[in-house]
């Protein structure tokens, strides 16, 4: 167990429409990324919060959104979804940027139909 | 953004045996990582390598590091069928922000 929680495990969601995603850190780790992670891919990074500020953000459009709280949590919010979001997301968490090692959450697994 | 390359994509073996993997990276990196993933679920970290290290061992986990080579291997001893996951490995590029890349992923299937 990492201490990272995801939820919810699985949705299902409609083309188009709006989805949030939650992601509960380790306490006392400022730093969380999210990935997004398709059927037989590696993860590809979507964007990293430090304390609540986005700090980098991958190839993807602005659809993709985020926040990070004080309390350790964050959410990956996705606009107007299209097929091709269908995938697995993960967020990790490390104790500040410098830190390499991530600790993954188990990942939500989204289907947009 | 670079990205690691695993080789292969997909292994084969059986309960005993021993398991390589290689990753090829592009550029000059602060450090390399390898993940294991089980059944589509979340990512655990195995090993770090930092660019000046040459090999590492954890367990039955040893991992190479050839940075003339831009490649790095993991062998995995012994290996038991609850070995049987993805295996990924993550780069972080030189002078970076420390956001790992990476690769594709090699498949390994232990059979009792």
């Known amino acids: 167990e990492t201490g990272v929680t995801q939820s919810p495990t699985h949705l299902i969601k409609t083309r188009g429409q709006q989805v949030t995603l939650r992601c509960s850190s380790q306490?006392?780790?400022?730093?969380v990324s999210w990935y997004q992670q398709a059927l037989g891919q590696g993860p590809q990074f979507i964007f990293q919060?430090?304390?609540?500020?986005?700090?980098g953000r991958g190839n993807f459009p602005p659809r993709f959104s985020g926040l990070q709280f004080p309390n350790y949590s964050s959410e990956l919010n996705v606009n107007a979804l299209e097929l091709d979001d269908s995938a697995l997301y993960l967020c990790?968490?490390?104790?500040?940027?410098?830190?390499?090692?991530?600790?993954f959450g188990p990942g939500t697994r989204l289907l947009v139909l | 953004s670079q990205q690691g390359e695993e080789d292969p994509q997909a292994l084969s073996i059986q309960e005993g045996e021993n398991a390589t993997m290689n990753c090829s990276y592009k550029?000059?990196?602060?450090?390399l990582q390898w993940y294991r993933q089980n059944s589509g679920r979340g990512l655990v970290h195995l090993i770090l390598?930092?660019?000046?290290?040459r090999e590492k061992h954890s367990g039955r986990l040893r991992v190479t590091l050839d940075t003339s080579k831009k490649s790095s291997s993991l062998l995995i001893t012994a290996s038991r069928a609850a070995d049987t996951a993805s295996y990924f490995c993550?780069?972080?590029?030189?002078?970076?922000?420390?956001?790992?890349?990476f690769g594709r992923g090699t498949s390994l299937i232990v059979h009792p």
């Open positions: 990790a968490s490390n104790v500040g940027l410098a830190e390499e090692t991530q600790y």
């Open positions: 306490s006392g780790h400022n730093t």
């Open positions: 919060y430090y304390r609540e500020e986005e700090n």
């Open positions: 550029t000059s990196i602060n450090n």
């Open positions: 390598i930092r660019s000046n290290e």
């Open positions: 993550a780069t972080d590029e030189k002078g970076g922000s420390y956001i790992p890349t």
